[in-house]
């Protein structure tokens, strides 16, 4: 199995522009997790999907921020417009909801704006 | 809510030295519990999980950790650190509708 596979994994823009990440969970997998990891916050869930659907967007900061599931392989992270303070490392994990929890993640985004 | 805790934020050893890193969940009922590790500019990837049965769970890497359920605890131990060991460990314990609850990390420096 390939795993979480997230794209790009580096991505540097400028503060305004839209940055939409995306993330292909591990086949079968029916939850899908997005998280952020800095330095000041340590590992942030920002929201979560079972079976395509959002079941908690809490850690979501704030309106720019946007997360969709199109489908069970497909999901997408959109901040828009970014600004500097969203710069970190955005990860992706997915887990096969069978009970035991297990989330298995993705390389992850490292995003920087400028 | 669920809530972890991670005792120490940093720790530094020196090679052949035994590791414990200590983590702690508030509240009991059934869990699930994780330690992932995170080496430096990767991801996180599962060391070892407990779900049941055996409180003494062996991972990857010669790492272990011990469920003590009365005192709410999974730490984790490794008998002998090697300086490949130097990474971010994180615990976590599952929370209701699938969540994982994470703690805030253990930064560990192993020197050669």
């Known amino acids: 199995d390939a795993g979480v596979i997230q794209s790009p994994r580096h991505e540097v823009t400028e503060m305004g522009q839209e940055v939409t990440l995306r993330c292909k969970p591990i086949?079968?997998?029916?939850?899908l997790f997005w998280y952020r990891q800095t330095m000041m916050r340590g590992l942030e869930l920002l929201i979560y999907?079972?079976?395509?659907?959002?079941?908690?967007d809490s850690g979501m900061p704030e309106d720019r921020f946007s997360a969709k599931m199109p489908n069970a392989s497909f999901s997408t992270l959109k901040i828009q417009p970014s600004e500097p303070r969203d710069s970190a490392v955005y990860f992706c994990?997915?887990?096969?909801?069978?009970?035991?929890?297990?989330?298995?993640f993705g390389p992850g985004t490292r995003l920087t704006v400028l | 809510a669920q809530s972890v805790s991670q005792h120490n934020h940093h720790v530094i050893l020196s090679e052949a030295a035994s590791l414990e890193l200590g983590c702690n969940y508030s509240?009991?009922?059934?869990?699930?519990l994780f330690w992932y590790v995170q080496y430096p500019g990767q991801h996180l990837q599962l060391l070892l999980k407990?779900?049941?049965?055996?409180?003494l769970v062996k991972g990857i890497k010669g790492f272990e950790a011990e469920f003590i359920k009365s005192k709410f605890s999974f730490n984790l131990r490794k008998p002998s650190v090697q300086w490949s060991d130097t990474a971010e460990y994180f615990c976590?314990?599952?929370?209701?509708?699938?969540?994982?609850?994470f703690g805030q990390g253990t930064e560990l420096s192993v020197k050669p």
């Open positions: 994990a997915s887990s096969d909801g069978q009970g035991t929890d297990t989330q298995y």
């Open positions: 086949s079968g997998h029916n939850s």
């Open positions: 999907f079972n079976n395509n659907v959002p079941i908690d």
């Open positions: 509240y009991g009922g059934t869990v699930n």
């Open positions: 407990y779900f049941s049965g055996d409180p």
């Open positions: 976590a314990v599952n929370d209701q509708g699938g969540k994982l609850i």
